[in-house]
């Protein structure tokens, strides 16, 4: 599997962001996806012990966005459109999970992607469906100066 690059203040992969998950994608070429292992600390519970729903959707959300860079281009970012979550079951803080993310419909200026969140027992405990697109203009150059930053090393 090759790993995916991660940023510098993200608060989901960000190598320097204190308050971060620090997650780690990789490129599942023979399933055809993207896969990331997870333990959410208690600070981002909703309920003791539950992971609040909006880091499930952040993680969600950026599990499926990143399921576009499964052809290795790691420059070939998109930002999202639309996302749907549904949450299945109570996603459990301090437990191993794993998050995985896939293309459902490629186009070249648009892409459905989906992404799931899978207990200790694999069994999906929150799924989404996205709509993301290539970003332009402003977006787009915003990014620029952080590219240096945008790596896959050993560092994390």
């Given at each position: 599997m090759t790993k995916q690059p991660t940023s510098r203040t993200?608060?989901?992969?960000?190598?320097?962001?204190?308050?971060?998950l620090k997650m780690v994608w990789?490129?599942?070429?023979?399933?055809?996806?993207?896969?990331?292992d997870v333990t959410i600390p208690e600070h981002f519970n909703g309920y003791?012990?539950?992971?609040?729903?909006?880091?499930?959707?952040a993680i969600l959300d950026e599990t499926a966005g990143?399921?576009?860079?499964?052809?290795?281009d790691f420059e070939n970012?998109?930002?999202?459109?639309r996302l749907n979550v549904t949450y299945r079951k109570p996603t459990p803080?301090?437990?191993?999970?794993?998050?995985?993310?896939?293309i459902e419909?490629?186009?070249?200026?648009?892409?459905?992607?989906?992404?799931?969140?899978?207990?200790?027992?694999?069994t999906i405990c929150a799924e989404c469906q996205a709509v993301v697109i290539r970003p332009t203009g402003?977006?787009?150059?915003?990014?620029?100066?952080?590219?240096k930053f945008w790596r896959a090393d050993s560092a994390i």
């Open positions: 993200c608060f989901l992969c960000g190598r320097d962001n204190q308050s971060g990789y490129n599942n070429n023979e399933l055809n996806q993207v896969e990331a003791p012990g539950i992971t609040h729903g909006g880091i499930v959707a990143r399921a576009v860079m499964l052809d290795g970012l998109f930002i999202t459109l803080t301090n437990k191993p999970l794993k998050a995985i993310g896939w419909h490629s186009g070249r200026r648009s892409m459905n992607v989906a992404a799931k969140m899978l207990l200790p027992d694999g402003e977006i787009s150059e915003s990014w620029e100066k952080e590219k």
